[in-house]
């Protein structure tokens, strides 16, 4: 019913930048919240950053003042700028939308995840 397509991961040297990119589709009636997650070998999965309908977001400590969420609803996407990028950014990237579709008559709201794209921040 919906998904969501990410792109833009890749290797980059440290000091380096990337953008991400994540791409929803389907039968989406609105989009809530987005965001991104990430996860490195052997770790949990962590928030990086979350944005809201209306752009009010939040970061973790560890990527403050380095990444910065954005969105585009008239395309359904969300975008992660990351600068200064250190290697234990190394992660597989989620992107991760909560979306309200309509069934018949009626609303749901599902919580929908990407496919993930692998950074690597190494020289």
């Known amino acids: 019913q919906v998904q969501l397509v990410e792109s833009g991961g890749g290797l980059v040297q440290p000091g380096g930048s990337l953008r991400l990119s994540c791409a929803a589709s389907?039968?989406?009636?609105?989009?809530?919240?987005m965001g991104w997650y990430r996860q490195a070998p052997g770790k949990e999965r962590e928030l990086v950053a979350r944005?809201?309908?209306?752009?009010?977001?939040n970061y973790a400590d560890s990527v403050k003042g380095r990444f910065t969420i954005s969105r585009d609803d008239d395309k359904n996407t969300v975008y992660l700028q990351m600068n200064s990028l250190k290697p234990e950014d190394t992660a597989v990237y989620y992107c991760?939308?909560?979306?309200?579709?309509?069934?018949?008559?009626?609303?749901?709201?599902?919580?929908?995840w990407g496919q993930g794209t692998l950074v690597t921040v190494s020289s």
């Open positions: 991760n939308a909560d979306v309200r579709i309509r069934v018949f008559v009626t609303y749901r709201d599902l919580d929908v």
């Open positions: 389907g039968s989406i009636v609105s989009i809530n919240d």
């Open positions: 944005i809201i309908i209306g752009g009010s977001t």
